[in-house]
């Protein structure tokens, strides 16, 4: 089945700096690449998502890139704000239509 | 209205306790999930649930039991839990197909403590 792996697990960045976490993912027929970011006491969110026939997507400060050959694809934050600060899971979407794996996450901090 | 509503928000049971959990939402998603999440660990998948009829068990054991009795609402029954089981709940949802499958609306989920 999928397999994804998530880098890097802590990350801290200056407000105002990018942040960047890589993904990988085994299966070659997975096509749909969400990302979710999960604040404290909530469920995750999906702040962006792209589909294996896009090879970049942006949305104001975050954009996701995806290597199909390389089975990668990588999360994007620019200009960060403390508002940043959560966890952040990848996920693809495996074999089964119906079935989204998470990566193990990123816990991001933004220092003022 | 674009959520997902979970119930109860924390729920402590003994390993002899019959409890549920529940979900609901009116964004017309047809398919509905349930996915159990450890501290600090990413959301593992549980059931899936496509027009109300189970579609997808990941092998998770009998102790828990999830019902869908329409296209609204989805439950999960729970009975002799182990410690082991306390954990974050998180229901979803989403279309099931076309753009919008696999769009995962998530819940705030029901941390749920077992002793």
């Known amino acids: 089945g999928e397999n994804v792996e998530q880098h890097p697990s802590t990350l801290s960045v200056q407000e105002g700096d990018s942040a960047v976490i890589k993904c990988t993912y085994s299966?070659?027929?997975?096509?749909?690449f969400p990302w979710y970011k999960q604040e404290l006491g909530k469920g995750p969110q999906l702040i962006i998502d792209?589909?294996?026939?896009?090879g970049e997507k942006k949305d104001q400060r975050i954009a996701v890139t995806l290597n199909k050959t390389a089975k990668h694809f990588s999360l994007h934050i620019t200009e960060t704000q403390p508002e940043d600060s959560a966890v952040y899971f990848c996920?693809?979407?495996?074999?089964?239509?119906?079935?989204?794996?998470f990566g193990s996450g990123t816990r991001l901090s933004i220092r003022p | 209205d674009t959520e997902v509503t979970q119930t109860p928000k924390h729920l402590v049971m003994g390993m002899t306790n019959k409890k549920s959990l529940k979900c609901e939402q009116h964004?017309?998603?047809?398919?509905m999930y349930w996915y159990k999440q450890k501290a600090k660990k990413p959301p593992e998948l549980m059931f899936v649930?496509?027009?109300?009829?189970?579609?997808i068990n990941e092998s998770v054991p009998s102790r828990f039991s999830p019902e869908c009795p329409n296209s609204s609402l989805l439950n999960l029954h729970l009975h002799a839990l182990q410690p082991e089981d306390s954990a974050l709940y998180l229901c979803?949802?989403?279309?099931?197909?076309?753009?919008?499958?696999?769009?995962?609306?998530f819940g705030a989920g029901s941390r749920l403590t077992v002793l």
């Open positions: 299966d070659s027929a997975s096509n749909y």
């Open positions: 792209i589909r294996s026939n896009v």
């Open positions: 996920a693809a979407r495996g074999s089964s239509a119906s079935k989204i794996i």
């Open positions: 964004m017309g998603h047809r398919a």
């Open positions: 649930y496509s027009y109300e009829k189970l579609s």
């Open positions: 979803a949802s989403s279309q099931d197909g076309g753009a919008g499958a696999n769009v995962l609306t």
